[in-house]
């Protein structure tokens, strides 16, 4: 028997706000989620002060005064259900989106490798707890027997078809999936239960009804084939965070944020990746989505450094509105690659080459931060050029720092004449191009040595007039 198990989450959207946590019980505001002035969703803090679901918004009002009222956006909850079926697919095959409140994962295939129905449950809800979302959940025979048992509640796992069956005959036709014109006919000929439903034959029914309670019938026993779209992760991290609050001040936001980060640590840490930029999308109240990009020379997974860098980069934002929700996603990331050092380097400081500039561009600006590099002329004017420190794919590029040429560590402005002699000890080293753009050079260089001891580097042109260009530290 091929097994299914169903996740339903009621209260998707609920789940996905973000509010600070209160210091007591007595604190924590009631909150509903409304859609058509009916109640859909509500917390705790509510339930107790009597309100329910599918009451009236004027009703539900009338109870608490102070209730806190939240619309009802379905891409909201699509949103967080695709985050969810990223996360659980680590421990999951095949997943298909039931949207926008549940998910059907195929058990059968996933047996072998956990041993037993009670193993995987254990290391799947170990692993889907970490969220911290509210769901129900239920095993079946078929994917439409699997969502009917957990849609009701059931929060058992069973394992034989017997009495999955006997369970699922329990319920009336209301609780399945058909709609209100066929429960209709069907109450006329005397059928009000799933039990006498399924107790007519496949035939009998074919001739009465039309075709859709047929395949409905058939799929919810696992008779027919069930078509299904499994579920393919993107290859990129995203979340979203709807706030309870509206925020205008950055400060605030080093909770919420802290919160996704969290996520993608443990999201990069499972895959063994490094994220080297990361885009934080601040959704606002009546304007454009502000975006603002965080980044890792080195290459970043921890919560506590990513922490650190995106407060630097926070400390210079200006909000244009009040936030309402943020977004977190990856923009480059790589495999995880062990850096290999000398044993005899010894210690070399608190933080490397990478991990500098990675502050050094959160704080003051990647556009303020630039490194020193050789380039392909070979005049000594035009040899180096600065560049950004975070180079196209976000990297630091250490690899072109070392000069291939022996050259002065003090290039001066422009060559002056040599006013003393010198001793020669190396060279010379012709340099003579620059034609195509009216700066042409012809220069015989040498390293030479004065009475005091300086190094020198020094040029001799076509006419034998000498001239000094650097000195050597």
Sequence with gaps: MTLWLYLYFPCLQLDTLYSQQPESSDDVQPIAIVDKHQIVQLNNAATELGIEVGMGLATAASLCHNLQVIPYQQEIEETKLNEIAQWLYLKAADITLFSPKGLLLKVSNMLTLYQSLEGYWSALTQHLNTLNVSYHFASGFSPFCAKLLAQQQLDRLLNDRQALLDELQRYPLTCSELDSKTVDKLNRVGVTSLAELLA??????????????????????????????????????????????????????????????????????????????????????????????????????????????????????????????????????????????????????????????????????????????????????????????????????????????????????????????????????????????????????????????????????????????????
């Design 200 to 473: 007519l034959n496949i035939t009998e029914i074919a001739r009465r009804f039309d075709i859709h309670l047929v395949n409905y019938v058939g799929r919810l026993t696992g008779r027919f084939h069930h078509p299904l779209t499994l579920y393919h992760p993107p290859l990129h991290f995203e979340r979203h965070l709807e706030l309870l609050y509206e925020l205008d001040n950055v400060a605030w936001l080093e909770k919420p944020l802290a919160k996704l980060l969290t996520q993608l640590e443990q999201h990069l840490r499972l895959r063994d990746q490094l994220a080297f930029e990361l885009k934080l999308t601040l959704h606002q109240r009546d304007t454009a989505p502000q975006g603002i990009h965080f980044h890792s020379a080195k290459g970043e997974y921890r919560l506590l450094q990513w922490q650190t860098l995106s407060a630097l980069t926070l400390e210079n934002l200006k909000l244009e509105a009040p936030v309402t929700a943020i977004t977190l996603s990856t923009v480059r990331v790589d495999l995880n690659q062990a850096l290999s050092q000398d044993l005899f380097d010894g210690e070399q400081g608190a933080l490397s080459a990478q991990e500098l500039i990675s502050i050094l561009s959160a704080k003051l600006g990647e556009e303020h931060v630039s490194l020193l590099e050789q380039s392909d002329d070979p005049r000594p004017e035009y040899a180096t050029l600065y560049r950004a420190a975070l180079h196209g794919s976000g990297k630091l590029d250490t690899d072109r720092l070392t000069p291939l040429l022996t050259r002065p560590s003090l290039l001066l402005p422009s060559p002056v004449p040599l006013q003393h002699q010198v001793s020669i000890v190396s060279g010379p080293e012709r340099i003579q191009t620059g034609w195509w753009d009216n700066h042409a050079i012809s220069r015989d260089y040498f390293i030479a040595q004065d009475p005091q001891g300086r190094w020198l580097w020094v040029y001799r042109t076509p006419s034998q007039q000498w001239y000094l260009h650097g000195l050597f530290s």
